[in-house]
């Protein structure tokens, strides 16, 4: 079983740039694929980015390719989402997860744990 625990929103003036933390309990971690979500008000939430188990292999949504950086250290159990450029579109609350599976998802019903969110609130 993985617990997760992000950290790392706040608010930013369109352009700046946040780093999410999210750290993971559990010895399962590095057979985890993991992987970033948000949620905006009234909105459904939607898949950001994603990380392979050895982190080889990165994914994005197109909303936030070039802009975004997805990565992660097994040896302590974390994974982060270096968020540059950012717009206020990108305001949500963010969610880390992580899957047992071995194929990278970008589907959360394929992501067997969550995290609680982080609010990232973008300023015009």
């Known amino acids: 079983q993985v617990q997760l625990v992000e950290s790392g929103g706040g608010l930013v003036q369109a352009g700046g740039s946040l780093r999410l933390s999210c750290a993971a309990s559990?010895?399962?971690?590095?057979?985890?694929?993991m992987g970033w979500f948000r949620q905006a008000p009234g909105k459904e939430r939607e898949f950001v980015a994603a990380?392979?188990?050895?982190?080889?292999?990165?994914y994005y949504a197109d909303s936030v390719k070039g802009r975004f950086t997805i990565s992660r250290d097994n040896a302590k159990n974390m994974a982060y989402l270096q968020m540059n450029s950012l717009k206020p579109e990108d305001t949500a609350v963010y969610y880390c997860?992580?899957?047992?599976?071995?194929?990278?998802?970008?589907?959360?019903?394929?992501?067997?744990?969550w995290g609680q969110g982080t609010q990232v609130t973008v300023s015009s």
């Open positions: 559990g010895r399962t971690f590095s057979y985890s694929t």
């Open positions: 990380i392979s188990r050895s982190g080889g292999g990165t």
């Open positions: 997860a992580a899957s047992s599976r071995i194929v990278v998802s970008r589907s959360e019903r394929d992501y067997d744990y």
